[in-house]
T-cell receptor, first 117, second 112 residues
Framework: DTGVSQDPRHKITKRGQNVTFRCDPI?????LYWYRQTLGQGPEFLTYFQNEAQLEKSRLLSDRFSAERPKGSFSTLEIQRTEQGDSAMYLC???????????????FGDGTRLSIL | GQQVMQIPQYQHVQEGEDFTTYCNSS?????IQWYKQRPGGHPVFLIQ?????EVKKQKRLTFQFGEAKKNSSLHITATQTTDVGTYFCAGPPSYNFNKFYFGSGTKLNVKP
């Protein structure tokens, strides 16, 4: 179990630029979640994948955000035309699925900290 | 929309004192999980409760899930400096397993 890894750890970019983050989940985990966390707040749900299918996307997520998990393994989160308000820690988590649809513990990566200048 | 609130927002205790954080959801949850996030770290899973009224213990930590599955609590007996961190409750609403909402968190500071 090598854990969930995220890349890069830090990203500094100018407003208006596009950024892409990568998440490599624990290999046998079929569920993958993206969250956004700002200082002093809890992780905010962004989107959820089961294998390669994106089953849920937060209504808070604007059209500038898109996520993929093309082969049901790693995932990418892209933010287009970044804005100052996008500055946050972006966390990825993975978990095993249950046949009854229930939840298993989520394992988090160390996150990507995005700073918009 | 869905909201999960926790109180208190901050708690400062002397080592050895007890600590409790309360979690309240605006809608019924399918299950509830608790996570701990150390300063500069990522959330780490502590426990999951599924049944209405369920109580689970982990050493000095006691977790409870409310009868209506809308609230939960975490109680720590005789806090230690290693308990420092932010505690989050989290769970999916009963109407949609695919969503997952975290509470606002309670930040615990323990003075030696």
């Amino acid at each position: 179990d090598t854990g969930v890894s995220q890349d890069p750890r830090h990203k500094i970019t100018k407003r208006g630029q596009n950024v892409t983050f990568r998440c490599d989940p624990i290999s046998e985990h079929n569920r993958l979640y993206w969250y956004r966390q700002t200082l002093g707040q809890g992780p905010e749900f962004l989107t959820y994948f089961q294998n390669e299918a994106q089953l849920e996307k937060s209504r808070l997520l604007s059209d500038r955000f898109s996520a993929e998990r093309p082969k049901g393994s790693f995932s990418t989160l892209e933010i287009q035309r970044t804005e100052q308000g996008d500055s946050a820690m972006y966390l990825c988590a993975s978990s095993l699925g249950r046949s009854d649809g229930g939840n298993q513990p989520q394992h988090f990566g160390d996150g990507t900290r995005l700073s918009i200048l | 929309g869905q909201q999960v609130m926790q109180i208190p927002q901050y708690q400062h205790v002397q080592e050895g004192e007890d600590f409790t954080t309360y979690c309240n959801s605006s809608t019924t949850l399918s299950n509830i999980q608790w996570y701990k996030q150390r300063p500069g770290g990522h959330p780490v899973f502590l426990i999951q409760l599924v049944k209405s009224g369920e109580v689970k213990k982990q050493k000095r930590l006691t977790f409870q899930f409310g009868e209506a599955k809308k609230n939960s609590s975490l109680h720590i007996t005789a806090t230690q400096t290693t308990d420092v961190g932010t505690y989050f409750c989290a769970g999916p609403p009963s109407y949609n397993f695919n969503k997952f909402y975290f509470g606002s968190g309670t930040k615990l500071n323990v003075k030696p």
